[in-house]
């Protein structure tokens, strides 16, 4: 992600001012800017790393991209969600990239360059974590020589055609039957709003027409407030393309992802398991992606108090913490694989066994203090002072031994300076497979 980091200083173009650029800036020149930036992001992302069992691949709205919505509240919600689950358990996600769909463009119209703008906003936002390493852009184009291409296109591109033919007509029945497409007025001009009983749809979304109304639509005269559309309407008027155009894309990516660079698949959306499934023929692999899923979507489940604790505290405390990270990535990872729970039952668990887990390294270190203020004389004030601050407050540096060690220099003896390091080294709370959860709670002073 350097190239991205630098490019992003260099150009400020997560800045106000090249906000307002965008919107001005003429046609050739913000295609050569979305060129360029779309070339910088192709050559940043390695997606060749061996596989760490912790990689996925995110959906698009999941990814911040405006599908189903465009709103800008919208998107940033669910990348902001996807944002913590990803610093709490995974090495790696790969987001879809926002700004290749813009290469097809020839102008820019107000609209469009309000999209560019907000997905401007959505990188501002994702900074942090790309600059971690945490999120990764999945690449939109792959090169091959001709020989790798045609094996490419054996192993994988003709099976993937074929199984898109075949779901098509699946999506297309599954839209028919679980979203509703209805024609309304909205000042004085026919839309369409589109609304459904799934989570495909994570509200009601109203479509409106720029330039003109769809033949099918136009000759319609509404029946009071709305009028329900027929399937044959639907398809004239291009809302069905509308939908499958987003979601074949992301299904593509996905699958893509999933197979060569063995990410789990991340989605909020039972729709894209159950196409995904298909396309995979029901490989029995998938239900270690189906654990994937439902790990990153119930983490905040596991641990309720999660949300108050800002993005950048979550990512210092990851980097700072680092092995203790990985003893709590392999506890959550235990917790959600042993049993199939819904949310009810993930809270249960937090307030049965994690909650009082975490009670219990403070009372352990309270308890540690206490010990260590009993055995210390009162002529070696300042170590004790320091050390016993050190330890309460959960933060024990890996070279403690040192430090306490040069407690010497101020005139104290071996002995003590020994006695200190092993009070502090029973018990020690660092092993705890929850610690790195109570760091949090702690430095963030949350009551549980």
């Not at 060569?260 to 159950?274: C, G, K, Q, V, W």
């Amino acid at each position: 992600m350097e190239l991205i980091e630098k490019f992003i200083n260099k150009a400020a173009i997560d800045s106000k001012e090249f906000y307002d650029y965008v919107e001005k800036v003429d046609n050739d020149t913000l295609l050569e800017f979305l060129n360029t930036f779309n070339d910088i992001i192709n050559l940043s992302t390695n997606s060749s790393k061996i596989p760490s069992g912790f990689d996925f691949i995110a959906n698009s709205t999941l990814s911040g991209l405006p599908f189903p919505c465009e709103e800008i509240y919208c998107r940033l919600e669910n990348v902001e969600k996807l944002a913590r689950n990803s610093i709490l358990y995974a090495d790696t996600v790969y987001i879809q990239n926002p700004f290749d769909k813009y290469l097809k463009y020839k102008s820019f119209d107000k609209t469009v360059r309000l999209n560019i703008v907000n997905d401007l906003i959505i990188l501002h936002f994702i900074r942090p974590l790309l600059k971690a390493g945490i999120f990764k852009f999945a690449v939109s184009k792959v090169h091959y020589c001709n020989d790798c291409y045609r094996k490419f296109q054996d192993e994988y591109l003709n099976d993937f055609t074929n199984n898109l033919r075949v779901i098509e007509a699946l999506v297309e029945e599954y839209i028919f039957n679980n979203i509703e497409f209805n024609l309304i007025l909205s000042h004085g001009k026919k839309c369409v709003s589109i609304s459904g009983k799934n989570d495909l749809l994570e509200h009601p979304i109203i479509i409106s027409f720029k330039k003109y109304v769809p033949k099918s639509l136009d000759s319609l005269t509404l029946k009071g407030k709305k009028t329900k559309l027929k399937p044959i309407e639907i398809k004239e008027s291009g809302m069905l393309y509308y939908l499958m155009n987003d979601l074949v894309d992301n299904l593509s990516i996905q699958d893509y992802f999933s197979r060569y660079n063995s990410a789990h698949i991340l989605t909020n959306r039972e729709f894209d398991i159950a196409i995904l499934k298909i396309i995979n023929g029901n490989k029995p692999t998938e239900s270690i992606v189906n654990h994937r899923i439902e790990i990153l979507k119930n983490i905040n489940h596991i641990v309720p108090f999660l949300d108050s604790v800002s993005i950048d505290k979550l990512l210092k405390i990851r980097k700072n913490e680092g092995e203790a990270f990985q003893v709590y990535r392999d506890k959550i990872n235990k917790i959600v694989k042993s049993n199939s729970r819904d949310s009810k039952e993930y809270i249960d668990y937090y307030q049965d066994e994690i909650r009082p887990e975490l009670n219990r390294i403070t009372l352990t270190l309270k308890n540690n203090r206490k010990l260590l203020w009993g055995n210390v004389k009162s002529n070696i004030f300042l170590a004790s002072t320091y050390v016993s601050a050190t330890l309460f407050s959960g933060i024990l540096p890996s070279n403690i031994d040192k430090i306490v060690a040069s407690i010497g220099g101020f005139g104290f003896s071996k002995s003590i300076g020994q006695d200190i390091i092993k009070m502090i080294k029973k018990p020690e709370v660092r092993d705890n497979e929850l610690y790195f959860l109570w760091k949090l709670q702690k430095e963030n002073k949350i009551r549980i």
